[in-house]
């Protein structure tokens, strides 16, 4: 019967001292790029490649990759790649958070804005005189035999701006399409500020949008549908919101 060989490889000890001498020198450049003051994504987008290339060293040489099964290769990739995706939607949230903070500085901001008319409202109000209780109560009374036959409508707590940082990771925090994760959308991410759109457009089209997703509407299918979560007035509600990004 025959027997089937297996040879090994041995990698020679200079390989070995000039893979990790590549390490030490990438290990530098790390140092070198951090120090020089370039922009937190610049210092990411380098940061990452170098830490690739490192990686590719260690895994080909000291972890004998180089020599090994194209199996164990292919399986040692895709753990790789699938740990990456992790990574970058974690990122994705990550770089949402400043957009969302923006906005809701946006929202305090024009809130401020609102309450510092009010003493203006009341300084106006100042020289008339207040009625008397009596005539107040009978004004009241009056105005409410008026309205007894018409409902109230309810008051809503939907918090359209604060719904929108759910969008923003896409449509940016000033509604532009330049969110972190908007590079992914095919068709990419809506424009809001662009009033040319908002004139070819309907409101019931904006809504059905967000109601049922990209997919239903011939748009990037990555772009879920929030039917489920939020209602038709809502939905409505959020559509007036994102006019105010309209320049």
Known sequence: MAVQEHHVHITPLATYFKVFGGLLVLTILTVVVSRLGLEPTTSIIVAMAVASVKAFLV?????????????????????????????????????????????????????????????????????????????????????????????????????????????????????????????????????????AWWDSVSDEKVASVIKDGGAANGLSPLMAGYGAQWNDDEIAALVEYLKTFKK
């Open 59 to 195: 895994a080909a040489w000291f972890m004998h990759l180089k020599y090994d099964t194209k199996f164990n290769v292919l399986a040692f990739g895709s753990a790789i790649w699938f740990a990456g995706l992790f990574f970058i939607f974690t990122c994705f949230d990550l770089g949402s958070r400043d957009s969302i903070l923006a906005i809701q500085g946006h929202d305090v901001a024009r809130m401020d804005a609102a309450l510092a008319l009010m003493p203006e409202a009341g300084a106006a109000d100042a020289g008339h005189e207040a009625p008397a209780p009596e005539a107040a109560a009978v004004v009241a009374d009056e105005e409410a035999v008026a309205d007894a036959g018409e409902a109230a409508p309810a008051a809503s707590d939907f918090d359209a701006a604060g719904a929108y940082g759910m969008c923003a990771a896409c449509h940016g925090a000033e509604g532009d399409g330049q969110g972190p994760a908007g590079a992914a959308l095919t068709p990419p991410a809506r424009d809001f500020t662009d009033a």
